[in-house]
């Protein structure tokens, strides 16, 4: 009796430790997880760069194959393609969770919901933003876009993505529970894109004009700064509504 | 101020408080309104520059009054529903955000109207004309996510999310915009060149906005009660009031 009565205090003594662990074990571990899920299903994180290579493709079909005219245009046909190829992303990004509960799992964790939000965005920005920032600079060669732009293109696509991802997720935690969310997700979501695009495209164009970049990413930072403090919040608020809705 | 937000709770008290306040607001609305326009479009000095056509501004200057102001109402209703419960101010975020886009497509219609004689074009990427349809795309997207929900109590709260969001973008949008702006294109001609206006077409144009105002609070306290008698038309004062009619 006493060994049993000892073994059930124990286990006990670990339920009430657990949520001792604490934040930083619980923000890791949706990290790992989350990461692990994305790379297994390939496709998932390899279709937004497919789209992007794809979208670019259009343009010079569309428009012109004039290296001239392709140059003139190019920082922006790249910030709007790799934007549209982020926001693409988005509505899976709550999408699995939702369907099989683990959603409601997390929501459920004494840890504060923002922080868990804020893991999964991070692997979003890391499995999409980064890469397509990463690609961007191939695909500025075939719009021939003008020597000297191509690192502050990346870094602004990077910088840039991850408040996209930040902001898109709040659209995306608010239409997790419709059934067809996508098209009203992005209805929500880009008309809030727009200062990032601004001063994304406004830095890659600075850069060919010769102009300090710095200003430009500083800003894209700033806006980071700022999604980052008050996006996980709405974020945690709008999947707390999708769920009991 | 709890006494009173208390009040506010009970959609009984402002139905009937509502139905005092509306024809004083309706009154001063239809007054201000007639005096400004007929003051401003019969009365009004002609622009030296810009002839007659400066008279849209009656018009035009309100409704973007309007256009940013509902907007900054939505959210605080918003932020009143999410944290005291109050259906009123959700009911009254139902009902003021088409208000709103409206009176943006007014702002924007009546600008594009303006720029004809004016800039020759019925549109420009002026820095303006930008957040405003942002702001106009921005209402859309609260209308429809409303919409979207099968709940109404998941709706009320994922349209008053999206009203706060948006109203901590609409600043950051709106410098954006004015810093984008510069950077691409020369102010060739500026919208701000009338800013120093004489008494005599500004006294009417705040007459104007005054009757604006008045409008929209007349038209939301008048729409805020039909939906007030929908929401709750189950409740035993409204089939009371029902029956009265009858």
Not at chain 2, 136 to 144: C, D, H, K, S
Not at chain 2, 162 to 169: D, K, Q, T, W
């Amino acid at each position: 009796m006493p060994a049993s009565e000892g073994a059930l205090g124990k286990e006990e003594a670990v339920v009430r430790a657990e949520p001792r662990g604490g934040l930083a074990v619980a923000v890791w571990a949706t990290l790992k997880r989350d990461l692990l899920l994305l790379l297994r299903r390939r496709s998932e994180v390899l279709n937004p760069l497919v789209f992007f290579a794809i979208v670019i493709t259009l343009f010079p079909i569309g428009i012109s194959p004039d290296p001239a005219l392709l140059a003139a245009i190019a920082p922006g046909l790249l910030w709007v393609a790799a934007l549209l190829a982020a926001l693409l992303s988005l509505d899976s990004l709550f999408r699995a969770d939702y369907d099989d509960g683990s959603l409601e799992q997390l929501l459920l964790t004494p840890q504060p919901l923002a922080m868990l939000a804020l893991a999964k965005v991070a692997v979003h920005w890391l499995l999409t933003g980064l890469p397509l920032a990463l690609m961007a600079p191939v695909l500025g060669i075939m719009l021939a876009l003008p020597a000297g732009s191509y690192l502050v293109l990346a870094v602004s696509l990077a910088l840039g993505s991850a408040s996209l991802s930040l902001i898109g997720a709040i659209g995306a935690a608010l239409t997790v529970g419709l059934s067809r969310g996508g098209v009203l997700l992005s209805l929500l979501v880009l008309p809030l894109y727009i200062p990032v695009l601004i001063f994304g495209a406004g830095a890659v164009q600075a850069a060919i004009f010769g102009d300090s970049v710095l200003a430009h990413l500083a800003i894209l930072g700033a806006l980071l700064a700022l999604a980052l403090i008050f996006a996980p919040l709405a974020i945690a608020a709008s999947l707390r509504i999708s769920i009991n809705g | 101020m709890w006494a009173f937000l208390n009040k506010l709770r009970s959609p009984k008290w402002f139905y009937t408080i509502s139905a005092r306040l509306q024809p004083w607001f309706w009154a001063a609305a239809l007054i201000l309104i007639v005096t400004g326009s007929v003051w401003g479009l019969a009365f009004a000095p002609a622009d030296y520059q810009q002839g007659n056509s400066f008279r849209i501004i009656y018009v035009h200057v309100p409704a973007a009054f309007l256009a940013q102001s509902i907007f900054v109402s939505l959210a605080v209703t918003g932020l009143v529903f999410m944290v005291w419960k109050i259906k009123i101010a959700d009911m009254a975020a139902t009902v003021m955000a088409p208000l709103g886009a409206a009176m943006t497509f007014v702002a924007l219609f009546s600008g594009a109207v303006w720029g004809v004689p004016t800039w020759g074009t019925w549109w420009m990427w002026d820095a303006r004309l930008t957040s405003m349809l942002i702001l106009l795309f921005l209402y859309l997207g609260v209308i429809a996510l409303r919409g979207a929900f099968a709940s109404r109590d998941s709706a009320s709260r994922a349209a008053s999310v999206l009203a706060m969001v948006g109203v901590i973008n609409i600043p950051i949008i709106k410098y954006s915009v004015d810093w984008w702006y510069t950077l691409h294109q020369p102010a060739t001609f500026t919208v701000t060149g009338r800013a120093a206006m004489p008494m005599e077409m500004w006294l009417p144009l705040l007459i104007m906005v005054l009757g604006f105002y008045c409008f929209f609070i007349a038209l939301t306290l008048m729409r805020t009660r039909s939906e007030i008698l929908r929401r709750e038309s189950s409740k035993r004062w409204v089939r009371e009031l029902a029956e009265e009619a009858n």
